[in-house]
Structure formats: structure tokens, C-alpha cells
């Protein structure tokens, strides 16, 4: 048996809780999949999946098998990319995970220029505002934008990320434009379903304005905010990395430009230091140099 390819199959199957959903993934048939974690489970004694007709879970041995079978192949990984060839190529493949937004305004790009220098590596992309876990989903790296991130995952910070307070020409030409934060309860307000519901927060110098606002409209999705507000639904805080385009045309504009909303911070969460593969590395590396410089 290719224990390797096992424990592969298996992590797969774990994941996604189908044989017949991971046969797809690994373009293998169902049986192959079967063969491969009977086969692990032969070796290692034990049952590691309950396999009902409607779905598959794991075993608390398969749950402790899946933490060690991740390790193991992220260190087969890590050996595989130090023994590449003498110039110095990265190979492997990395699963992230993002927001639908932010992968289409700025990561896929990113990811294609970083990928222009290490033909080695390949990347599969999860492009979804679903938290997970990054240990279930064999996610190397996710890309998340707040103020504090998950105290049990490790945290880089990539890049800070400003928001502005914007609408449409057409809104701001029916209902005003609003000359100070207080003016904006007034107004009619769109946010994200998980993020500063019922109040906005504003700097200028060192004044300091709350808003309790009522949103019209909330997303959990911050492109689709984008294009509510394009179309004159109101108001919304919405991050720069999203929005110069939709400025640069004209579509929108920037209210209040004298007062700034909370700045948020773009982070890398993954899970251990230890037996980080060299692409994982090098791509953080390659990130933070990305976003180093405003505007993205």
C-alpha cells in the first residue's frame, strides 16, 4: 500500500464527508477510495470512519489519525520543496481560503504573479465568507480582514486595510449629502451582516463620532454591498481594496472624506509554525510585499 496516497484519500474523505464527493476531487473511482482508507484502516487496527447511508464521520481514532496524517504530509511537503532542484524552485501545492471580494479584487491577481515566479507551486483557492476550520478543511493558509483575529490560530499580519464611507452620485443627489456623522441616521445605511451592525464608528483628528444607524439592506458578502450601493440603495463603510475602481469611474463617491472609519488589519491565520512549507512561507513573504504600498 502507498501509505501516502492513504493518508491523502483519507484526509480527503475526512473533509469532505463523502467518498463519492472525494473520488470526484481526486479523479479516482469510488472504489480506489474505498481500497485506500480500508487499506489504512487495516494497517493501523483501527476504524477511523462511520459510514452511515447519508453521510461519512470520523472516529475519535479517526480524529486523531486525521491530526497526525495532516502533519505527516505536510512534512513530506516541506522535504519534497528542500530537495528541489539546485536553483532553488519552490514546488507544492497550497489550499487558501478568502473572501469572495477580496479573491476577486485582489488575491487572484496577486496569486497569478506570484505564481508567474514559482512555476513549482500550485494553488487551490477556497473563495468563501464561511468561517472554517483550517484543520478539518486542510486550509494552509486563510486571508482574513479585522481587528483581532482568532486567538487560536497563529496571526501574521499582511497589510492594513482602510475603509471609506461612500454612495452613489444619484443617492447623494435625491437625499443630500450628509455634512457631519451625526447627519447620518437620517440617511438610509447599508452593512455587513457580521460586522458593525447598528453603529459606525468615525475619527477626525481627535474627535471621535458613534452613529446608531438602521441598515436598509445587509450582505454577507461585501461585493454585493458594493453593487447596492452603486445602484443608489445608500450609504456603506466598504474597504478601499474594493472600491477605487467603482471611484475612479465615478460610480461612487466618498462622504464625509474628513472622517475615517476604524482601521481594519489584513491577516494570514495558519495553524503551527512548525513544518511550514517553504511555498506557505515564500507566498507570505510575497503578500506582504504586494500590499506594502497603498492604493490595493
Known sequence: MDRLTAMRVFVEVARR???????????????????????LETWLGVRLLQRTTRRVSLTQAGEQTLERCLQILALTQEVEAEVAPAEGELRGQLRLSCSPSFAQAQLATALNAFLERHPGVKIDL????????LVEARIDLA????????PG???RPLAPCDSR?????????????????????????LGHAHFGRGRWHFTRDDEE??????????????????????????LAVLPTYLIGPALARGELLTVLPDWRPPRLTLYGLYTSRRHQPPALRALLDFLVERFERPPW
Open 17 to 39: 464527508g463523502s467518498f463519492t464527493a472525494s473520488a470526484d476531487r481526486l479523479a479516482m473511482s469510488r472504489a480506489a477510495v474505498t481500497r485506500h482508507v480500508g487499506a
Open 126 to 133: 477556497d473563495a468563501s465568507d464561511r468561517a472554517v476550520n
Open 143 to 150: 486571508l482574513r480582514i479585522g481587528e483581532a483575529p482568532d
Open 153 to 155: 490560530l497563529i496571526a
Open 165 to 189: 464611507l461612500v454612495a452613489s452620485p444619484d443617492y447623494l443627489a435625491r437625499h443630500g449629502t450628509p455634512a457631519h456623522p451625526a447627519e447620518l441616521a437620517r440617511h438610509r445605511s
Open 209 to 234: 463620532q458613534r452613529v446608531a444607524v438602521t441598515h436598509r439592506l445587509t450582505a454577507n458578502e461585501t461585493a454585493v454591498l458594493l453593487e447596492a450601493v452603486i445602484g443608489g440603495g445608500g
